[in-house]
């Protein structure tokens, strides 16, 4: 988590979203609102539906990750999204990436 009285900022939210995504799925399979909140465990701010749901959609249709429809017991249903193989691979590429993107931004 960030210290208190820091922010990403918005770009970077945006930028960081997918990856972060990706990532959080890598644990298992999670429902859109649940990986919203492990992300604001992970310093983000609270991500809008209007932000969220449309970077699900985008990485389920390249293919990442699926989805299946889960009935709720006593409650609402709930779509599920499970991380692809494909999505493991783009998630490993990206990583790769980024610790190169730290590496060159972090040079002394």
């Known amino acids: 988590m ?4 820091k922010e990403f900022p918005g770009t970077w939210q945006r930028a960081f979203l997918p990856l972060s ?6 644990g298992g399979p999670n429902h ?5 909140q492990m992300l604001e465990t992970r310093g983000f701010p609270p991500i809008k539906g209007a932000t969220l749901y449309p970077a699900l959609v985008k990485l389920e249709s390249a293919g990442f990750m699926e989805s299946t429809w ?3 017991e006593g409650a609402p249903g709930r779509k599920v999204y499970t ?3 494909t999505g493991r691979g783009h998630l490993a590429s990206q990583r790769e990436l980024w610790a190169f ?4 931004v972090l040079r002394e």
């Open 21 to 26: 995504l990706l990532d959080a799925l890598e």
């Open 32 to 36: 859109g609102y649940a990986l919203g």
């Open 2 to 5: 960030l210290a208190v009285g």
């Open 70 to 72: 889960v009935d709720g």
């Open 83 to 85: 991380l692809t193989g």
């Open 101 to 104: 993107f730290q590496e060159a």
